[in-house]
T-cell receptor, first 113, second 111 residues
């Protein structure tokens, strides 16, 4: 069983489109995250959500929005895609205690053309 | 964003040597520290976690933490070509359960 799964694995789309990436975790974790990894391998936190609190990195454009239908899912919706949004997006989850690791999904490579 | 700094490398070591990876962090309230390994095209996977000052050993890997100096390191003994990857340092600030990552160090182990 995949602990953190995200779909799709690859996404190619045109500028201006709206797209969503889905994430599900079956670990019973309290906190889920979205990270963006650029070509230089830097993992930048975008959002964290623990069904009580949404923490947004203030540098993230408001075209990006997380949507959580329940504790096990945190989807990422992106409006009006731009070329600079091309990156690998990782979903992750962890327990809320902070003394356990974050588990990552397999990543979604988004290419905006 | 909390600052987590790593030498970007690339770092090259011969097979069998010790690879030393370093990380500094800016936020004194950081409480948990992690090293992840990421192969090209794959997701990060946990190598080591460390929560208190001192050394923690797991097989060929040793993590070292010095909270006073805001420094955490990873030593890989008897390096193998399969250790070639990008190593990411991460810190967790328990308030809000946020994980912040460094820019990663690319390691190549030369056979």
């Amino acid at each position: 069983d995949t602990a953190v799964s995200q779909t799709p694995k690859y996404l190619v789309t045109q500028m201006g489109n709206d797209k969503s990436i889905k994430c599900e975790q079956n670990l019973g974790h309290d906190t889920m995250y979205w990270y963006k990894q650029d070509s230089k391998k830097f993992l930048k936190i975008m959002f964290s959500y623990n069904n009580k609190e949404l923490i947004i990195n203030e540098t993230v454009p408001n075209r990006f929005s997380p949507k959580s239908p329940d504790k096990a899912h945190l989807n990422l919706h992106i409006n009006s895609l731009e070329l600079g949004d091309s990156a690998v997006y990782f979903c992750a989850s962890s327990q809320a205690t902070g003394e356990t690791e974050a588990f990552f999904g397999q990543g979604t490579r988004l290419t905006v053309v | 964003q909390k600052e987590v700094e790593q030498n970007s490398g690339p770092l090259s070591v011969p097979e069998g040597a010790i690879a030393s990876l370093n990380c500094t962090y800016s936020d004194r309230v950081s409480q948990s520290f992690f090293w992840y390994r990421q192969y090209s095209g794959k997701s990060p996977e946990l190598i080591m976690s460390i929560y208190s000052n001192g050394d923690k050993e797991d097989g060929r890997f040793t993590a070292q933490l010095n909270k006073a100096s805001q420094y955490v390191s990873l030593l890989i003994r008897d390096s193998q070509p399969s250790d070639s990857a990008t190593y990411l340092c991460a810190v967790n600030v328990h308030t809000g359960n946020q994980f912040y990552f460094g820019t990663g160090t690319s390691l190549t182990v030369i056979p």
